[in-house]
């Protein structure tokens, strides 16, 4: 992932390079974008991000600079996080090799309907970050494992919450990124291929489960930065 400080044309290949030395690899899989923001060279790795460092990403040599890298055999993919559909469509407008991936957040909870749509025709696969609502972190939330209507839906169906939610957001042909620290919810979170939603289940996923954003980006937001609302950090979406 480059980090916003980095996000500059100069800096890029740089950056890429500086990991794999430390990770002591050729190359990577995939590198992405973390989101379509710049931040002023040298800004520390932290998510208390001084306002005053944001700054607008420069999507056409960005870009390239990342498009350099997959020539040059240091990452066989290159992707984009957290970017609207609007977004996407001003990164590929200059483009040669389009993103593979949009990693967002995605979940019952927030279905992101329309960015799915937009990346399925320009075939750009989506990474659903925040599948279970990111609960316990300082910006998660109750709305997936809380749910009524995914928990009548396990109970119904002998799962768990949590594998309700995975193997809707697989059924809609995204990847999925899932963390924990236990053996056992591992163990269950791989047993999400063996069985379907069925067209009732996907109904009341699909209607009955309230709309919301849990990574609402505001420390991305600032009165003299490139977004100054988080309508115009997420484009409405």
């Not at 992932?1 to 800096?11: S, V």
């Not at 890029?12 to 990770?23: D, F, T, W």
Request: aromatic residues 8%; proline residues 4%.
């Amino acid at each position: 992932m480059l980090w916003f400080a980095d996000a500059h044309a100069d800096r890029v290949l740089p950056a890429l390079q500086n990991s794999l030395r430390n990770l002591k690899l050729e190359y990577v899989d995939l590198y992405m974008l973390l989101f379509p923001v710049s931040l002023k060279p040298g800004s520390k790795i932290t998510m208390d991000i001084e306002k005053d460092d944001l700054l607008p990403l420069d999507y056409k040599s960005v870009w390239a600079a990342m498009e350099e890298c997959q020539n040059l055999g240091f990452t066989k993919s290159i992707g984009v996080s957290n970017f609207s559909s609007k977004k996407l469509q001003e990164l590929m407008a200059n483009a040669k090799i389009p993103p593979a991936v949009n990693q967002v957040e995605m979940s019952p909870a927030f279905q992101q309907k329309n960015l799915r749509e937009y990346c399925k025709a320009h075939n750009i696969l989506i990474i659903a970050i925040s599948v279970l609502g990111s609960n316990g972190t300082p910006w998660g939330s109750n709305a997936v494992m809380g749910s009524e209507v995914l928990n009548q839906i396990a109970m119904a169906r002998g799962k768990f919450v949590a594998q309700v939610s995975m193997r809707w957001v697989y059924e809609q042909g995204a990847a999925l990124v899932v963390k924990s620290f236990s053996e056992k919810n591992m163990r269950e979170n791989l047993k999400i291929f063996d069985w379907e939603l069925t067209k009732e289940d996907l109904e009341k996923i699909g209607h009955e489960i309230p709309q919301r954003r849990v990574l609402e980006g505001h420390f991305l937001v600032s009165a003299n930065g490139p977004f100054k609302s988080l309508e115009e950090l997420w484009d409405g979406n």
